[in-house]
């Protein structure tokens, strides 16, 4: 099939994103704002729940065969549960769903999270266009990964 | 990773998490249509071994929380158990939470159940075609029970309940003028009568109020039975379970309801078709139905064309 035809597959499905929030970070607001700009910005919205193992991260994201996993953690434990979402990923053979980060961190981290994969790594305050401009990038991504066309 | 439908189809027979994901991906998205209908083609004769619960009712009287405890017992029992939820999508933006899952989603996680969101986007003829092919995935793919949440209202709930061979109706105290309404739409396709949030005020004067309503409505074999819930202890439990699987095997039994659902799947199947041929018409290939000019010149009017067009085909409306 030619790529032009295979890009329209998809075309009218919005993207599908899951927000997880893994570890041990208990502060959820943020959350729902983001789920709610996505929401508006015509995503569907999935929300892993308070405090999800990265083993129930990537089932979610493979069951519900969504297009990005967008993790977020305020506490500076993000490189090390950010690895095992991507490690699992990689593990489980899945380059079709690509991987977001955000919250705080540090800029010496950004290239070692880049390097797993996991891109965007925005901090408080971004503004949201910037970040659902990301998401739908990435979500482009992984869906002709998924189509073969990558 | 991409697979081919024939991987695909070969993947969901198997049991494989990834192709059945991929499948119900496919089926959901309208313009996957030829592919999705390639898949479901060639796994049907692998279907119509599930028992399909249809759960529905109003929002907020607890179709998730049950839906989350009842997959957890069914799983208990030895059953493979998956679920799928629809929510509603926003008519403005298209997009949707998917808020079905949180609901269940500790019980899921601990029991490692399949479940998937669907969104009630597009046309409710395109809902029901894609919730029936994902049920059909599921199936296929060797689930003993396939529990289905819909939205609770409307001609695209009807539809989709269509497929299921048990259909359990929930609803709870509290809901006020809104019972009456809902009980007069739901009663006919009812197996089971839910009062979920026994817990709370007013839960065994609805309760009551269902039985009545049930004595005077004549009722076939199946005697529709009113189940109380409390979702926070769990009361109740045993007994829903235990109505669910004995109606499954009544309606089991049944040749007539075999017959019944397969109606209704070519029915629904149809639906999609006729949307599919109709937004493909053009000028030209409309002119082999009617003759437009002369339609125009006649000043014939849209109905009648449109029905004489539909009369050649399915027949005249009994
Ligand atoms: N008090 C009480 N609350 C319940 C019960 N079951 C569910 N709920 C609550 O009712 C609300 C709606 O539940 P949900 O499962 O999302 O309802 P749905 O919209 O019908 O799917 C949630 O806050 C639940 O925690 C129950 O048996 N008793
Ligand atoms: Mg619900």
Known sequence: MAAGKNLSLFKDKPVKVLLAKPGIDGHDRGMFVLAKAFRDAGMDVLYAGLLPTPEEVVDTAINEDVDVIALSLLNGAHLVVFKKVADLMKKRGIDDIAIVGGGTIPDADKPKLEKLGITGNYGPGTPLKTIIEHIIMRAEEARSRKLGIA | ?318
Request: proline share 3%; no cysteine; charged share 25%.
């Open chain 2, 1 to 318: 990773m991409t697979q081919t439908p024939e991987e695909i189809a070969d993947g969901v027979l198997a049991g494989d998490i990834r192709s059945i994901s991929r499948a119900i991906t496919l089926v959901e998205d309208h313009n996957s249509l030829i592919t999705g209908r390639k898949i479901i083609k060639s796994i049907y004769g692998m279907t119509g071994r599930a028992g399909i619960i249809g759960i529905t009712g109003p929002p907020g009287v607890g179709k998730s929380t049950i839906i989350g405890n009842l997959a957890s017992m069914l799983k208990g029992t030895g059953k493979k158990v998956a679920v799928i939820a629809i929510d509603a999508s926003s008519p403005f933006t298209n997009g949707s939470f998917l808020g079905n899952r949180i609901r269940m989603q500790d019980k899921l996680y601990r029991d490692g159940i399949y479940m998937r969101s669907l969104s009630s986007r597009g046309s409710s003829g395109g809902l029901s075609r894609s919730t029936w092919d994902a049920v059909r995935v599921l199936d296929a793919a060797g689930y003993d029970r396939i529990i289905v949440e819909t939205v609770g209202a409307g001609q695209a709930d009807l539809d989709i309940l269509g497929m299921a061979h048990t259909i359990a109706v929930a609803l709870a105290p509290g809901l006020g003028d809104e019972i009456q309404a809902i009980k007069a739409g739901l009663m006919e396709i009812a197996s089971i009568f839910i009062i979920n949030k026994m817990d709370r005020d007013g839960a065994f004067m609805a309760m009551k109020d269902i039985e009545d309503s049930l004595a005077l409505t004549p009722q076939n074999e199946w005697k529709i039975p009113v189940v109380g819930l409390n979702s926070i202890n769990l009361d109740g439990y045993e007994e829903l379970l235990a109505a669910i699987e004995k109606h499954l095997a009544y309606v089991r039994k049944s040749p007539l309801s075999a017959k019944k659902r397969f109606f209704n799947e070519v029915k629904a199947a149809l639906m999609a078709e006729s949307e599919l041929r109709i937004n493909a018409l053009t000028e030209s290939s409309m002119s082999g139905l009617t003759d437009l000019e002369s339609d125009v010149r006649k000043k014939v009017d849209p109905y009648t064309v449109a029905e004489e067009i539909s009369k050649s085909v399915l027949g005249d409306i009994a």
